[in-house]
C-alpha cells in the first residue's frame, strides 16, 4: 500500500510523515518520530501503555491509525515533565511509590493527566475508573490511586 | 529513633523520576543504525516431527536479509544443569509444543519480517500429544524426550522421622487433592533483545533480563566466543517474576541473525507470543495427608506432587526442592514425606514465578490446616500459633531457623483485620441463611528463603567508585526488574560513606563492566547483594579513614561519616566537608584511586536437590496474611476488598518500597487465586490476550491493603533484612481461600476459584445437606 504524506501534531510540534495508512500512532510516535516514552506492550488494547492523550481524551494509540489523527493535538508522556524537572503529577507518582517497574507508568501518567485536566477534583471512583483500562502487574494500583488523589490535592 | 541516618527511611525510588517521564529506556526504545526487525515462526502443532523446512521463498522475499532454523545452532542445548539441557534456540528434528520456535527471520522492517514467516515452508509429522501431566505418566503415552523415558523431567523422593509411626499416633489424619493452574508471569513488557554480532567473535546484547549472567554464559557457548567478548548491557526491566531469567529463543535468535547480516537485529515479541509460548508458573497437583493430635498439633505430612513442567526442565529442579523444602515450614512438622515428579507435557515450559514452587505447596498445606481446625472444632488462629515455627527451630530436614517473627505476624495481622470483630466459625454461621452477598475472613502464614541457596556461582559482589566530587557509582551486576533494589543498595552505599541518595550512582547491569552475579531471582538481592555493598562500601570507608584522621587529628575510630560531613565524636568543630575529603584523599601522595570491593556468598552448603536435607538459604522471612471476602451467592463472583499482609522482614531497609513488595504480591496472588488461566485445548492456547487470560485490573484487587513490617533482625542478612518480596505471595492464596470457606462454608481445592466453581461447590453443599437431612429421622 501507498505511503501517506501526513501531519502530525505531537506535543505542540508539527511533524510531517510518510506512512502507510494501516500503521498505528503507536508506531509511528515510536518508531518515526522517536517519542519511545509511549509504549508498546499488548499492541491490541488491553493494557493501557500506549495511552495517550488526543484532543484532551486518553486514547490507545495501538489502536489509533495514525492517519485518522491529523489536525488533532497530541500529548505523549513527553509533554510533561523530564527527569530532572518532573511535572506534580510525575512526582506524585514518584513520592507515593507508585512507579515499580515503571513499564505501565507513561500510560497511567497519561490517563491520569486526562482525568485531572477534565475533573481536577476526582473522587476515589473516578480515579479507578480512569485508570481501569490501564494494567500494572508490579503495584496492585493502591499506591497509583494514591498518587493520582495525591496529586489532585497538590495541584488545587 | 533510628541509628541509621538513611536506612529504614521512606525514601521514593531513585529511578522513579525518569521512568514518571517517560525517558527511561527499555529494551524496546533503543535501536541502532542500520537495525534490522526479527520475527519467530513457531509451532502450529503441540507434538510434530519436523520433516523438511524450506526457507527459499522467504529468503528471496525483497527486504528480508536472513532466515535462520534449528541446524544454524549446531547442536546447542541450554538448560540449568549439564543432565538437564533440553531446549534449543530453535527446534530441532521435532516440535514439543504448540507455539515452540521453529525458524527467524530478519529483514527491513517487521511489516517485511512477518510476511516472510508465511513464506517458510515447514512440513511437519503430526504426532500425538500429552498436555495432562498424569496422563503423560501413563503406560503408553505419547514420550517427548527419547533420553527421558516415561516423560519424567525430575524425580525427588525423601523422607524425614518415621512417618508411618506419627499417622499411627494421630488422633485425625486428613488426605486431600489440589490443584494449582498454570500462572503467567504477567509482565507487561514483553521479552525482547536488541543484538549487535561484531566479525570475528565480540557480540552485544542489550536484553530484558532480571538475571542477565545466565544469557552471558549461554552465548557464550552458544557462539562458542570468550566471556570477555560477550557484553550484554541491560536496559530498563518492564518487570519479570522469574519470566525473564535465563536466556531464550528470543536472544538467541537475535544474536544469530546478526551474525548472518553483520546488522544489528532486533525481536521484540508480541504479547501473544508472550501469553501462548513463553514460560510460566508450574501446574502442579498436590496430595497431602496430615496427621495431627487432638488440639491440633501437626505430626506428620505425606506429600506427593505431580508438576506439569511442560516440554523442557527449565529450572524444575530447583522448584521441586522448594515445594519440599518449604513442606517444613512455617509450622513445626517432626516426621515428613515427599515424592515428587515433574512431568514433561506438550505444553510450553514451567519455571519459577515469585515463589518458584512454594504457593502451590503452601496453598495445599495451609487450606488443609484450616479444613483440620474446621473438622476439629478448632480455633484457625490458635492452630496456627500452636503450630507456628520459632527462632533456634530446626526442621526435620535440617533447615536452622535464626530468625523468627511468626507469632508476631500472627497478632499484628489479627489485630489489623479486627479478627475478633469480624470471625465467626463456619459453624455457627452455617445456620443462618446465606445472603446474597456472604463475607468471610481467612488467614494463612507462609515462610520464604531469603537468597535461594543453588549450586554453582552463588555470590554476589559490588564495586564503589567514590569519585573525587563525594558522589559514588555502585557497580553491581544484580539487577533491578522494578523491585526497586537499585535504590536500596545505593541507599546503603550512602548510609555507610555518610552521604545521601541522590550522591549514589547506580548504572544498570554490564557484563564488560560489573561484576559476575547469579541473578535476581530466590529473594537474594536485599539480603545476599545487601552484604556485599556493605563490605564494600566499607571497605572504601577503610580507605578514607586514615586520610580523615590525619586531616582531623583524630584516632580512626572516633571518626563518623553523617550527612556529607566527616565529624569527631565529643569534638562537634573538627568537622570536614565528605567532599573534601575525597578530594584530598584522591591527591594524596601522587593520587590515588577510592575503590571499595565485596564479596559476599552463603552462610549454607548448596540447596540438595536429591535429598533436601539441610537449608535452603541462610535466613527465612515469616508472615501471616488475612484476607476479607465477599461472595456473591448468585452470580459466584468472588471479591477481596480488603487484605493484611504482617511480614517477618528482618528489617525493612525502605519502608515505602516494602510496602510496593508487599502490595505486588498480593496483587499477582489474588490473580492466581480468583482471575488468571490459561484456557487450553490440545495444547492451544484459547486465551492469548491479557484480558481473556484475567490479568486483574484495579476493579479486580483489594482497595485496601495493609502492610505491616515485624523487624527481628535477622543475623545473617544485611542490616538483619531479609527477604519481603515473594513470602507475602505464599500465603495469598491459602488466606482468600480459608476466607471463602468462613464466607459460604465450600472449600475450593481447584484454582482459579471461578464464579462456576463456587455456584457448583454451593450447589453440592446445599444437596448434601438435604441429604443429611433427608437421611435423619
Ligand atoms: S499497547 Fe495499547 S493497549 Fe496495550
Ligand atoms: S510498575 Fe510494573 S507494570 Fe506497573
Redesign the pocket.
Known amino acids: 500500500m501507498l505511503d501517506q504524506l501526513i501531519h502530525l501534531k505531537v506535543n505542540g510540534t508539527l511533524h510531517t510523515v510518510a506512512v502507510p495508512p494501516h500503521r498505528t500512532l503507536?508506531e509511528v510516535l515510536r518508531e518515526q518520530l522517536g517519542y519511545t516514552g509511549t509504549?508498546?506492550?499488548?499492541?491490541?488494547?488491553?493494557?493501557?501503555?500506549?495511552?495517550v492523550i488526543i484532543d484532551g481524551k486518553a486514547v490507545?494509540?495501538?489502536?489509533t491509525l495514525a492517519v485518522e489523527v491529523q489536525e488533532k493535538e497530541i500529548l505523549t508522556i513527553e509533554a510533561l515533565g523530564d527527569g530532572d524537572r518532573p511535572d506534580t503529577l510525575q512526582q506524585s507518582f514518584v513520592d507515593c511509590g507508585a512507579v515499580q517497574c515503571g513499564f505501565c507508568t507513561p500510560?497511567m501518567v497519561m490517563s491520569a493527566k486526562a482525568l485531572l485536566d477534565e475533573n481536577p477534583h476526582p473522587d476515589r471512583e473516578e480515579v479507578r475508573r480512569a485508570i481501569a483500562?490501564n494494567l500494572c502487574r508490579c503495584t496492585g494500583y493502591a499506591k497509583i490511586v494514591e498518587a493520582i488523589e495525591d496529586a489532585a490535592t497538590r495541584l488545587s | 529513633m533510628s541509628e541509621y541516618a538513611v536506612l529504614g527511611k521512606r525514601l521514593p525510588r531513585v529511578d522513579g523520576p525518569v521512568k514518571a517521564a517517560g525517558t527511561a529506556r527499555f529494551t524496546d526504545d533503543l535501536s541502532l543504525p542500520g537495525m534490522l526487525y526479527g520475527k519467530i515462526l513457531r509451532s502450529p502443532h503441540a507434538h510434530a516431527r519436523i520433516v523438511r523446512i524450506d526457507t527459499t521463498r522467504a529468503e528471496n522475499h525483497p527486504g528480508v536479509r536472513a532466515v535462520i532454523v534449528g541446524e544454524d545452532f549446531g547442536d546447542y542445548r541450554y538448560g540449568l544443569r549439564a543432565d538437564t539441557r533440553d531446549e534449543y534456540p530453535l527446534a530441532r528434528g521435532k516440535v514439543r509444543y504448540l507455539g515452540e520456535e521453529v525458524a527467524a527471520v530478519a529483514a527491513v522492517d517487521e511489516e517485511t519480517a512477518l510476511e516472510a514467516l508465511n513464506l517458510i515452508q515447514v512440513e511437519y509429522e503430526v504426532l500425538s500429544a500429552v498436555t495432562d501431566p498424569e496422563e503423560a505418566l501413563r503406560e503408553g503415552a505419547p514420550q517427548l524426550h527419547d533420553d527421558k523415558p516415561g516423560n519424567i523431567s525430575v524425580h525427588m523422593k525423601t523422607s524425614f522421622g518415621d512417618v508411618d509411626d506419627a499417622f499411627r499416633q494421630a488422633d485425625y489424619i486428613r488426605e486431600d487433592r489440589f490443584y494449582s493452574q498454570s500462572v503467567l508471569h504477567g509482565f507487561l513488557e514483553p521479552n525482547a533483545a536488541l543484538a549487535l554480532w561484531e566479525a570475528p567473535n565480540r557480540i552485544t546484547i542489550w536484553a530484558s533480563k532480571q538475571s542477565p549472567y545466565f544469557l552471558y554464559r549461554n552465548l557464550s557457548n552458544c557462539f562458542n566466543v570468550p566471556l570477555s567478548n560477550v557484553r550484554l548491557i541491560q536496559p530498563y526491566i518492564g518487570g519479570g517474576f522469574g519470566g525473564k531469567n535465563g536466556g531464550y529463543p528470543v536472544d538467541f535468535c537475535a544474536v544469530m541473525l546478526s551474525k548472518k547480516t553483520g546488522r544489528p537485529v532486533k525481536i521484540v515479541l508480541t504479547?501473544e507470543e508472550v501469553l501462548s509460548s513463553h514460560r510460566r508458573r508450574h501446574p502442579m497437583i498436590v496430595r497431602l495427608k496430615t496427621g495431627v493430635k487432638k488440639d491440633g498439633t501437626i505430626l506428620a505430612h505425606d506429600c506427593r506432587i505431580i508438576a506439569d513442567g511442560g516440554a523442557g526442565t527449565g529450572v524444575g529442579p530447583s522448584t521441586i526442592a522448594n515445594a519440599f523444602y518449604f513442606l517444613n515450614l512455617p509450622y513445626v512438622v517432626p516426621n515428613v514425606r515427599y515424592e515428587a515428579f515433574r512431568v514433561y507435557t506438550n505444553r510450553p515450559i514451567s519455571v519459577a514465578q515469585r515463589g518458584n514452587g512454594i504457593q502451590q505447596i503452601r496453598y495445599a498445606a495451609d487450606v488443609q490446616l484450616e479444613m483440620i481446625a474446621h473438622d476439629l472444632g478448632l480455633d484457625p488462629v490458635q492452630i496456627r500459633q500452636k503450630n507456628a515455627v520459632y527462632t533456634g527451630y530446626r526442621t526435620a530436614s535440617g533447615m536452622n531457623i535464626h530468625s523468627c517473627g511468626l507469632q508476631e505476624t500472627i497478632t499484628e495481622a489479627v489485630k489489623a483485620a479486627e479478627w475478633e470483630t469480624h470471625y465467626r466459625p463456619w459453624q455457627e454461621k452455617e445456620k443462618e441463611p446465606l445472603g446474597r452477598i456472604a463475607t468471610g475472613v481467612g488467614i494463612a502464614c507462609n515462610s520464604f528463603q531469603s537468597g535461594a541457596r543453588l549450586t554453582g556461582h552463588n555470590c554476589c559482589t559490588a564495586v564503589i567508585k567514590v569519585h573525587e566530587d563525594g558522589t559514588a557509582s555502585l557497580l553491581t551486576g544484580s539487577t533491578d526488574s522494578g523491585q526497586g533494589s537499585e535504590t536500596v543498595l545505593a541507599m546503603i552505599v550512602a548510609e555507610v560513606l555518610g552521604t545521601r541518595l541522590e550522591d549514589v550512582f547506580v548504572p544498570q547491569t554490564d557484563s564488560t563492566v560489573t561484576p559476575v552475579d547469579p541473578g535476581s531471582f530466590g529473594s537474594r538481592v536485599s539480603s545476599t547483594a545487601g552484604n556485599a555493598v556493605l563490605i564494600a562500601a566499607q571497605d572504601a570507608r577503610s580507605q578514607l579513614l586514615p586520610v580523615a584522621a590525619e586531616l582531623l587529628k583524630a584516632a580512626p575510630e572516633d571518626i563518623e561519616f553523617r550527612d556529607r560531613k566527616v565529624l569527631v565524636r565529643g569534638a562537634p568543630d573538627r568537622v570536614l566537608r565528605f567532599r573534601d575529603l575525597t578530594r584530598q584523599t584522591v591527591a594524596w601522595g601522587s593520587g590515588t584511586s577510592i575503590i571499595g570491593q565485596g564479596s559476599w556468598g552463603q552462610t549454607v552448603p548448596p540447596m540438595n536437590f536429591e535429598t533436601g536435607e539441610g537449608d535452603a538459604s541462610g535466613a527465612y522471612s515469616f508472615g501471616t496474611q488475612a484476607a476479607w471476602v465477599e461472595v456473591d451467592t448468585q452470580t459466584g463472583k468472588v471479591t477481596v476488598p480488603r487484605m493484611v499482609v504482617a511480614h517477618d522482614l528482618g528489617f525493612a531497609l525502605n519502608p515505602l518500597a516494602v510496602e510496593g513488595q508487599h502490595e505486588g504480591s498480593i496483587a499477582g496472588g489474588v490473580g492466581h487465586t480468583i482471575y488468571e488461566h490459561c484456557v487450553e485445548e490440545n495444547g492451544q492456547n484459547l486465551t492469548p490476550n491479557l484480558t481473556a487470560y484475567g490479568l486483574p485490573t484495579v476493579y479486580d484487587l483489594p482497595e485496601e491493603m495493609v502492610s505491616l513490617s515485624i523487624e527481628t533482625i535477622d543475623p545473617v542478612g544485611a542490616f538483619g533484612a531479609k527477604e519481603s518480596g515473594e513470602g507475602t505471595q505464599v500465603s495469598t492464596i491459602p488466606a482468600i481461600v480459608n476466607a471463602i470457606h468462613n464466607a459460604i462454608g465450600v472449600w475450593i481445592t481447584d484454582l482459579p476459584v471461578t464464579p462456576e466453581k463456587v455456584l457448583k461447590a454451593l450447589r453440592d453443599r446445599k444437596a448434601q445437606d438435604r441429604a443429611t437431612e433427608g437421611g435423619q429421622p
Open positions: 503507536l509504549k508498546r506492550a499488548c499492541r491490541v488494547g488491553d493494557c493501557g501503555a500506549c495511552t490507545l494509540s495501538c489502536l500510560g483500562g | 504479547m
